[in-house]
């Protein structure tokens, strides 16, 4: 099911443009995406239209798809065969980039103190259950 747009909403392509050119816009739009989710989108007769209902549709995950994926990366990232400080630059490179994807806002210095800690705490033991079982 398609979400319903209200005037209101901004549309990212310009509403005019030639109809060869909507028409080639239409074409790349749908061939850029898989099969299964381009179906829903054949019906539509502009190129903003497409553009706008796939961006509705997409934009409203937010960074949760990002955020899964890196947090399985963290806790399936091993030592391994790597030293400890691979193993550890690895591990920092996935944190920043959860960092940059969560948008945590405190309400004030003490809960951010709190979450800082929570967060350290959480890097902690993902660092110690990836370690080789010869630090156990």
Same mark, same amino acid.
């Given at each position: 099911?398609?979400?319903?747009? /209200?005037?209101?909403?901004?549309?990212?392509?310009?509403? *005019? *443009?030639?109809? !060869?050119? /909507?028409?080639?816009?239409? !074409?790349?739009? *749908?061939? !850029?995406?898989?099969?299964?989710?381009?179906?829903?989108?054949?019906?539509? =007769?502009?190129?903003?239209?497409?553009?706008?209902?796939?961006?509705?549709?997409?934009?409203?995950?937010?960074?949760?798809?990002?955020?899964? &994926?890196?947090?399985?990366?963290?806790?399936?990232?091993?030592?391994?065969?790597?030293?400890?400080?691979?193993?550890?630059? &690895?591990?920092?490179?996935?944190?920043?980039?959860?960092?940059?994807?969560? =948008?945590?806002?405190?309400?004030?210095?003490?809960?951010?103190?709190?979450?800082?800690?929570?967060? &350290?705490? &959480?890097?902690?033991?993902?660092?110690?259950?990836?370690? /080789?079982?010869?630090?156990?």
């Amino acid at each position: 099911m398609l979400p319903e747009m /209200n005037s209101n909403q901004i549309t990212l392509i310009p509403p *005019i *443009i030639r109809e !060869s050119e /909507n028409s080639l816009v239409m !074409s790349w739009l *749908i061939n !850029s995406m898989q099969p299964q989710i381009a179906r829903a989108y054949l019906l539509l =007769d502009t190129a903003a239209k497409i553009w706008n209902v796939a961006s509705l549709t997409y934009s409203q995950m937010g960074n949760d798809a990002q955020i899964y &994926e890196l947090r399985n990366k963290v806790h399936g990232t091993k030592q391994g065969e790597t030293t400890i400080s691979q193993y550890f630059s &690895e591990l920092c490179g996935l944190w920043q980039e959860l960092d940059y994807y969560q =948008d945590f806002q405190a309400d004030c210095v003490g809960d951010a103190l709190k979450f800082q800690k929570l967060v &350290e705490k &959480e890097r902690i033991y993902d660092f110690l259950a990836g370690l /080789n079982n010869e630090y156990d």
